[in-house]
Structures are given as structure tokens and as C-alpha cells.
């Protein structure tokens, strides 16, 4: 059947990877002297990662990007969104270059550009920038979903998803590109200690387009929940010294909670139910994240698998992080259709299935 499909996919991280032991010395350099150092371990071995990438330890920024705490809140947001800029343009010119060779499409063909991204702003933006650095016809559409967090992927490919069906010759190039690490925070507030320990820096593209190849994945459709009485449990906000993210201790209860009657009568429209589901991309907001949705789906820990293998080797990437693991799901031949869902500022869902 002819379907709008995942036709290319491909991935990017920085160049310089973190392993947990040296992420702890930046911990402490970070952290004002009121906070325990045995908190931030535990904050570390309890996180689920072994490694990140960090685009401020890429040249020309370097270990002097983040010095030692002084009390003046480090970096001014300026500056880190320069360390934003350098890092997606990278990232997002390695994986859409990749995505696009992977796809068998040329660069003319591309009609469409849908970037996302949460950690950054800059106009022109990537999506300019991808034009420009990929050869991309002049007359390519863009369209940028910026600020939604880490449910930005799903958002992103439905709108690849309505334009295809709606322009079935169209070719979308979707790149969700985050550098997280632009916004550690000098601190010793719980959740942005926690959020320092978790986020990192990553990038996927992927190209969409109608196709009758069922070896490649089929957007059959996206649904969206807003959780009601909630907008106070995760925010994420500008500040004069990066972005910073407000985490609510109740938001893995809440998900418990709501996730499972959610996903069920999404399902329930498109005429599935869970067990029909061959592979799960549940976003690894953290270890009690990927807990709460298995529990709340009734779902064996097998089943968040991929996820906390993607936690492990690259932390939690914001909205690139779900198509990490659709890519994980891909090359291991998982039978579908899969269901993805990422969680974001709302507190919002996003369901993602593809066939």
C-alpha cells in the first residue's frame, strides 16, 4: 500500500563523549559547595547512563565553556546559544546527509523541511542552514516546531505525515537536533541537578515520503493528550543563564496514572490493541519514566528494552531521542506496527505508530 513512510533515518552526537566518570568531575564543578557530592553520585548511578555526548567539550568551546562555580550562574544565555548553533548545524548536517543517501533520494528532490528543536533559537534557523549546507532547492518549504520538548519528534513527523498525504509526490526531511548540554545549571535546586544529569546533546533526521515498500515503516497515525491539572509538574523556561527546566517529583505517578487508558483508546481508533504491538519506543525521560509507562501498560520490562539502551549509551536527548530508538527498533528487525511516545511541558503525550 501506498503510505507515507520512514524512507531514511540516521543519527548524530557530538564528537566527544562524557563517560559517567567524567560527567561527575563537571558535576562538582557545576554544583555550589552546599552540595554533597555523594547526592550527585547517586543522582548518577541512579540515572540509568553510562554516556553522553557534550557539544561544550567540542572545539572552540572546550572544559573552560563551564568553570567552576563563582556564583554568577555561569554562562550568559548568549553564549550557550552559540554553543546551540555550532552544535546542530554539525549534528544536523551529519544525520540529514546520511538520511538522505540512506533514503536513495537526491537533494533535488527534497520539497520540504521540518526541523525541531527545544534547546535553541536563531533565525535564520537549521532549517535555513540545512538548505544552504545539503544543496536543497531554493523553493524548499520549512517549517520549524520549536519549544515543545521532548515529544517534538512526533509532532514533527506528523507534520511530515499531513504534508505527504496531502502532496503525495512531496519529500520531507525531518531533523530534530538538541544540544541539552547548552543549559547545565549552577545550582543546587533537586530537579535541576537532576535535569543536568540526564540531558545530552543528539540529532536524527529522517526523510518522509510515499512509498509502497513495506520494509520501510508507515506512519499510520499520531495522537495527542493533554493531561489535565498538570502544567505545573514540568516547565521549561528562558532565563538569563541558559533555559531551565522545572521537573515535578509526581510526573512518573501521573503517567502511571494516565498513560495506559490514553494509549489504549488510541489504539482502540485504529483498530489495535497493545498486543498487537510488536516493538515500544517509550522516550527515556529517566529510569522511573520508562517504570511508569510499562506499569501503567501493563507492559513486561522487556519491553522497554530499547529505550533504556538508548538512555544508557546517550542519556535522554530531548525530542531526537524517540527516533533513536525507532532506529534501534529498525536495525534489530523488531516485527511492527511499534508504538513511540515521548512526554513534554503540559504535561502533554504524544503517541507515535507506525506499521
Known sequence: MNQPRILGLSTSTPPRELPRSEWLTIARRL????????VLERLAD?????????????????????PADDGSGGPTTAARMELWWAGVRDMGGRASRAALEQSGCDAASITHVVTASCTGFRAPGLEMHLIEALGLPASTRRTNIGFQGCHAAVNALAVARAIVLSEPSARVLVCCAE???????????????????LFADGCAACVIGMSTDATQPAILATHSRLFPATAGEMGWLVGDHGFEMMLGARVPEL???????????????????RDHIGGWAIHPGGPRVIDAVLASLNLPAASGHHSREVLRRHGNMSSATLLFIIRDLLEAGIPRPWAGMAFGPGLAGELLLLG
Open 31 to 38: 554544583s555550589p559547595a552546599r552540595v554533597d557530592a555523594r
Open 46 to 66: 541512579r540515572s540509568g547512563i553510562d554516556a553522553r555526548a557534550c557539544a561544550c567539550l567540542a572545539s572552540p568551546f572546550g572544559e573552560s565553556f563551564y
Open 179 to 197: 544540544v541539552s548540554t547548552a543549559h547545565f545549571h549552577y545550582s543546587d535546586r533537586l530537579d535541576q541537578l537532576i535535569a543536568n544529569t
Open 255 to 273: 503517567l502511571e496514572r494516565e498513560v495506559g487508558t490514553w494509549v489504549g483508546r488510541s489504539l482502540e481508533v485504529q483498530g489495535l490493541v
